[in-house]
Antibody, heavy 119, light 110 residues
């Protein structure tokens, strides 16, 4: 059974940094692209970033380019999201999700970790 | 404002059928596969439909999807109270080089 467990969320001041982690199990982690998707309070799903299985290729939504960095450690079956220069609009629950063959289909999701950016 | 347009809400009685629409453009739905996700309160989002009309293992055949041109639809038959929640369409946008979601549709089973 695929399991994804996010951690690292919390309260951070504007301009601050935070690193999210997602521990994966139940599948061959290195074979699949992994994404981060967020949901702001009262809003819909918002894709943030994807990293391909090898870790060599990454993509980001425009609003986080230059501020967020996605990475993975295939030896530890763990996905990361390093977030810096955080803004109020980054406040959301952050989910990690596994790709199903293609990066645009997310077939397993974690329970999410909340991030609040506020002074 | 989302690139993909969904109705904010739909409702129907238990046992009935509901259709949720998702409208896009040639840079997304028109030339890429569509997925549908269910997000029930307090749970992780779940993949219901992928590649326009395929169901992952374990997903009830009460859920079905289709695509025509730059629009897609999700049909849910035999509605149950446990189906209440938010439903999102998703796809790849070739112009944005990004995964995109619709704004979500809240399903109420009356």
């Amino acid at each position: 059974e695929v399991q994804l467990l996010e951690s690292g969320g919390g309260l951070v001041q504007p301009g601050g940094s935070l690193r999210l982690s997602c521990a994966a199990s139940g599948f061959t982690f290195s074979n699949y692209a992994m994404s981060w998707v967020r949901q702001a309070p009262g809003k819909g799903l918002d894709w943030v970033s994807v990293i391909f299985g090898s870790g060599g290729n990454t993509l980001y939504t425009d609003s986080v380019k230059g501020r967020f960095t996605i990475s993975r450690d295939n030896s530890k079956n763990t996905l990361y999201l390093q977030m810096s220069s955080l803004r109020g609009e980054d406040t959301a629950v952050y989910y990690c999700a596994k790709g199903l063959g293609t990066i645009a289909v997310l077939d397993s999701w974690g329970q999410g970790t909340p991030v609040t950016v506020s002074s | 404002q989302s690139v993909l347009t969904q109705p904010p809400s739909v409702s129907a009685a238990p046992g009935q059928k509901v259709t949720i629409s998702c409208s896009g453009s040639s840079s997304n739905i028109g030339n890429n596969y569509v997925s549908w996700y269910q997000h029930l309160p307090g749970t992780a989002p779940k993949l219901l439909i992928y590649d326009n009309n395929k169901r992952p293992s374990g997903i009830s055949d009460r859920f079905s999807g289709s695509k025509s041109g730059t629009s897609a639809t999700l049909d849910i038959t035999g509605l149950q109270t446990g189906d209440e929640g938010d439903y999102y369409c998703g796809t790849w946008d070739s112009s944005l080089t990004a995964v995109i979601f619709g704004g979500g549709t809240k399903l109420t089973v009356l």
